[in-house]
């Protein structure tokens, strides 16, 4: 039982890891895009919205998974 709580513990720690990293690099790449071409920065601004969106729902999966798992 202890070895599903360490294994759910672990899975979550790398599921924020790379919700974070992945968001990080995305609003980077935003505006880096911004900078160069400051008259779309309203799309680019609601395509990276978006793209958080996404990552933050399968950071959120993969929490959910591992808290089942660490329920068992």
Known sequence: MNA???AAGI???LTVIGAGYG????AASAL???????SAGGDIRTTMI??????E???LFGL???I???NK
């Open 11 to 13: 899975g979550a720690g």
């Open 68 to 70: 089942l798992l660490a």
């Open 32 to 38: 880096e895009g911004t900078a160069r071409q400051p």
């Open 57 to 59: 729902g399968a950071a």
């Open 64 to 66: 959910v998974i591992c």
């Open 4 to 6: 599903a709580h360490l």
């Open 50 to 55: 978006l793209g958080a969106a996404l990552i």
């Open 23 to 26: 968001i990080g690099r995305l």
